[in-house]
């Protein structure tokens, strides 16, 4: 159980194009979903909180404007990444718990975008 | 808010030795702490996890200690082999904030 699928598993795009990435949660409802980027050698950096039927919370220093967060419902997040640059190029990967308070994280297989 | 300070950031083994990665938190009201496994390219699998209601927790080769006073957790691999070769992080309250990560390398 507690399955989160991410979908696509990897993008190639041009600079200044947009990309969607899509978190879902296969057999459990998720009101909260996290997103983090992930660069090569790096820790996991907590982008933004995604809340179902709310506007996400963004981390310090997170782009609301360029990192677009949509959760319109319980098993479905999104994250745009919108006029992309090469500095975008990055490991993107969400997360989601099956409980409330302190439950494990789930999280899905990742996104690994790169922007030529 | 929280902080996670983890180390080392990298850990090369003999296949049969224990490994030890430490880590240190700053909020004395965190009170979840979970450990996670990464391997190149994958996402990171939940392997152990410890609540401040209790000191330690045992899970077949892995083990987890908690110091709440101290502010710090431990991850213990005994008998290290080589498919435990990845990158391992720490987090507190619920994973918000992840340790730096350690690369631990086993060889045979």
């Known amino acids: 159980g507690a399955v989160v699928s991410q979908h696509p598993s990897w993008v190639i795009c041009k600079s200044g194009t947009s990309v969607k990435i899509e978190c879902r949660s296969l057999?459990?409802?998720?009101?909260?979903m996290f997103w983090y980027r992930q660069f090569p050698k790096q820790s996991l950096m907590l982008m933004a909180t995604?809340?179902?039927?709310?506007?996400?919370?963004?981390e310090q220093g997170v782009e609301k404007d360029k990192f677009l967060i949509n959760h319109a419902s319980l098993t479905l997040s999104t994250l745009t990444v919108t006029s992309a640059h090469p500095e975008d190029s990055s490991f993107y990967i969400c997360?989601?718990?099956?409980?409330?308070?302190?439950?494990?994280?789930?999280f899905g297989n990742g996104t690994r975008l790169t922007v030529t | 808010g929280e902080n996670v300070e983890q180390h080392p950031s990298t850990l090369s083994v003999q296949e049969g030795d224990s490994a030890v990665i430490k880590c240190t938190y700053s909020d004395s009201a965190s009170n979840y702490f979970p450990w996670y496994k990464q391997e190149l390219g994958k996402r990171p699998q939940l392997i152990i996890d410890i609540r401040s209601n209790v000191g330690e927790k045992k899970d077949q080769r892995i083990a987890v200690t908690l110091n709440k006073t101290a502010k710090h957790f431990s991850l213990h691999i005994t008998e290290t082999q080589p498919e435990d070769s990845a990158v391992y992080f720490c987090a507190a309250e619920g994973a918000l904030i992840f340790g730096k990560g350690t690369t631990l390398s086993v060889s045979s």
């Open positions: 997360s989601a718990v099956t409980g409330t308070g302190n439950s494990p994280l789930h």
């Open positions: 995604s809340n179902e039927g709310s506007k996400a919370t963004y």
């Open positions: 057999d459990f409802q998720a009101t909260t």
